[in-house]
């Protein structure tokens, strides 16, 4: 019987649905996901393990042309994960299927040859079907280059498993490129971080959780305990102080919150030991932006 194993590209707009869409794939709550867009901030493997199979997907931030550094570095990631993937799955939000502003994400796709596209339309749930016929017509004939388009929610899982089957017939013949236990390349202190942004998004109003970055200073693994010592950086005094919360009450929340995921997750008892420092202008500057674990 021959194997087969392939990279699995997940890209978009923000708020598309990509996080969400990539913990239904893999049946785990891997990636965080937020109803504020540009949630992902970086390249994520999943990998689902079958008998005869291996899929790797990745999760991209969403695409976004905006002029800070920090946004030149979420599109880099994109552009690098269009080129490791052997398929790309295109999700848009069926709610706001505007292809003005997929543009350069669609020349993006095409200028990398030998990649077969799958269209995911995305949000069907909160669709009328009368409404979303003409729309898939249209985008068939417009795109003559989508291999496959699949209407899908990824929130309630409806045709996700349709989806499944089409990238399964898809997937070249290779290798096992990752031990079958494996399910992330990430390593429990970037989910750490992670688990605790989504809190952050969450409680926060719009602005504040893009200027905080998250960074895990130490981290211990235990049989039945994981223990996290981390820092939160914030660009002003001001914002420690919200973050802080009156008499320490937001603090309180978002550790409560993300413990409560990471224990879920990792099935062991976290210890979280947090503090929030002042950084000014860190998405600005490089050396900032490297200092704090992105690679640039
Ligand atoms: N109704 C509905 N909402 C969805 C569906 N898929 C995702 N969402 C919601 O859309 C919002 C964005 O989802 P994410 O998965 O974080 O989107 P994303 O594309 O990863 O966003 P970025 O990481 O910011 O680029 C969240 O509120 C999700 O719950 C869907 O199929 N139906
Ligand atoms: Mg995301």
Redesign the pocket.
Known sequence: MSFHSGYIAII?L???????LLNRLLDKELCI???K????RNSILGIRNFEDHQMIFIDS??WYEGKLKVDSFYREQVTQTIQDADIVIF?LDGTQPQFKQNKNLINLVRSSKNKEIILVF??I??LKQAKMIPLLSQIAEDHPDLSEIVPC???DGHNVDVLLDIIKSKIPEGPELYPDDMYTDKSPSFLMSEFLREAYIKFLDEELPFVLAVVVEDFKDFDTRMEFRISVYVERAGQKAILIGPGGALIHQIKRDSIMRARKFFSKKIVLDMWIKVKPNWRQSESILKQIGYKI
Do not use: W
């Not at 923000?14 to 969400?20: E, H």
């Not at 867009?37 to 992902?40: A, E, G, V």
């Open positions: 978009g923000p708020n598309a649905g990509k996080s969400t996901v937020s109803n867009p540009q949630t992902t931030p969403g999700v995305n949000k749930d909160r929610s990824a929130r």
